[in-house]
């Protein structure tokens, strides 16, 4: 599971003395603690991700944010906090082959309108949720169905 490699990686981070990467794998580390608490029970891989991913989100966000604020420094740090994310992230699927799942979910739903769009999205975020970017997902299935 991803919390015990976590735990691993946050001894040798200390050992290093990389404050950076204490930090950030100490937040994931309780992200991930407070969403299996609020589940629960166990947390999946795809609710491991999800959590990551909101992560991720949120860093983006921030950084946006930032720099529309003329803090380049705090911009900084957010980006470098988000490269240390990602290594914990699977490779998101991204052009041609995130286009062939698109195209495949289309046919599986019998797509051929716009209105069909939600039955799209839905196999294709249902199968690949953790590995795509549901916004990229929607401007895909949106120019292929003309909505």
Do not use: C, W
């Not at 992560?55 to 240390?84: N, P, S, T």
């Amino acid at each position: 599971m991803l919390a015990d490699r976590l735990s691993e990686e946050l001894k040798v981070a200390m050992k290093a003395r990389a404050a950076d990467r204490v930090g950030l794998i100490r937040l994931v580390l309780a992200d991930l603690k407070n969403a299996r608490i609020q589940k629960g029970t166990d947390l999946t891989a795809d609710d491991e991700i999800a959590v990551l991913k909101r992560g991720a989100k949120m860093r983006l966000d921030a950084i946006e944010q930032f720099r529309r604020g003329g803090r380049e420094d705090l911009a900084a740090k957010e980006e470098r906090e988000l490269e240390l994310l990602r290594v914990y992230l699977p490779a998101p699927l991204t052009g041609d082959a995130l286009a062939a799942l698109v195209d495949e979910a289309i046919k599986r739903a019998g797509a051929t309108s716009a209105k069909d769009m939600g039955a799209v999205m839905k196999l294709v975020l249902g199968e690949h949720g953790s590995r795509v970017d549901g916004k990229e997902v929607q401007a895909l299935v949106r120019a292929r169905l003309g909505g």
